[in-house]
């Protein structure tokens, strides 16, 4: 009896031994968001932006509203230039409304009003550098490195739950040449 009983519990114990608690490996996790940023491919997000032009630096609030492929960008802030708007698209590039915004060079490709295109096509489309997990102040958030284009790269760090955008930086040359701290994102499919 006592044998069958110990059989019985070794069985119970294997069972509930393979019954993990449903953690998905950093792997998983990577894909999870490509595969959430390829069915919701329509953002619109408010965030904080630095761009590191090598010997100056500008800090902007953006809010931006497509996809991959362009949309409309605004800036919030700072006050002077409050309300500028530009039309982004794979065909014209950047086209700004009766304005020019001269803040200096970045490397081809790379934009600080271009940002979320370029972000939101890396998400769902560029090769896949990294993947990690890690927790900052108890959160649990997921991290993708992208290739983009060239030398240039890009690091996003995503809500473990929501998959949301935390913030982000854009590489390029080893250096961080963009970042975005995101204040509030909503998708559509």
């Known amino acids: 009896m006592r044998r069958y009983f110990s059989l019985a519990l070794m069985i119970t114990m294997c069972f509930f ?12 996790r990577v894909l999870d968001v490509r595969a959430f940023y ?5 953002i619109t997000a408010e965030f904080s932006l630095e761009a590191d032009l090598g010997g100056k630096v500008y800090e902007f609030v953006l809010r931006y509203a497509g996809n ?4 409309t960008v605004e800036v919030l802030e700072p006050e002077n230039i409050k309300g ?3 039309e982004i698209s794979d065909q ?3 086209v700004f409304e009766d304005v020019e915004l001269g803040i200096g060079l970045l490397p081809a490709d790379i934009s600080p009003v271009g940002v979320m295109p370029l972000l939101m096509n890396a998400w769902a489309a560029r090769p896949i550098k990294t993947g990690y997990s890690e927790e900052i102040d108890g959160e649990k958030l997921v991290i993708m490195e992208t290739e983009l ?4 790269s890009q690091k996003t760090w995503f809500s473990g ?4 955008p935390v ?4 590489y390029s040359g080893g250096r961080t040449v963009l970042k975005c701290w995101f204040r509030s994102v909503e998708l559509g499919g």
């Open 68 to 71: 991959a492929d362009g949309g």
């Open 84 to 86: 500028i708007k530009a």
């Open 161 to 164: 739950k929501s998959l949301m």
């Open 167 to 170: 913030y982000a930086e854009v």
């Open 17 to 28: 031994a393979g019954c993990s608690t449903g953690e998905k490996s950093a792997d998983e």
């Open 38 to 42: 390829i069915a919701n491919d329509t």
């Open 149 to 152: 284009s060239g030398e240039n």
């Open 92 to 94: 014209s590039g950047i």
